[in-house]
């Protein structure tokens, strides 16, 4: 071997990527072995190209909600948040979630129905947008507490863009719920 090309610095990639965001996304399900189908998920959003990093919460259990609000006769869910470090484009990254969704069994049948897996982009680093086919932040999540809770368990400073402060819509949350 050649010992000289050792020294020599490594070509510069011929296509530039983006900085790496941190994107935030939640992890739900509520068909079949529902702490299987969030380990499986979190391992293929890891395989991800351009994924960087994964940390996922520990899963909770919720109650189902519905358009019409909770369902306590649904089946329950398991919840869990992700961060991601990404290199790819928000875009990109949901088209992937869905991918990965439907690889476990997910069918888009009614909307806010039991499901093998729903994988949710809540934020994208600081990115911002509202068209039909991407709306990020999440435009639900500061109501959610089986997004807020998981999330704040592994990120104490999290702030959702638009919403403020994590902890602070958590004990919002929570002490209407009081009422």
Known sequence: ???RLTHLPAPPD???GRLPQVAVIAL???EGDRGEMLRAAAER???LPLVDDLVMSEPIETVAVKPDGPDPDAPPYLNAVALMTTRLAPQVLLGMLHAVEEEQGRMRLERWGDRTLDLDLITYGDFASDTPHLQVPHPRAAERLFVLEPWLSIDPDAVLPGAGRVD???RRLRSSDDR
């Open 28 to 30: 739900g399900s509520n």
């Open 45 to 47: 959003l890891r395989r």
């Open 1 to 3: 071997m050649d010992r």
């Open 168 to 170: 602070e819509l958590v």
């Open 14 to 16: 011929p296509r530039p």
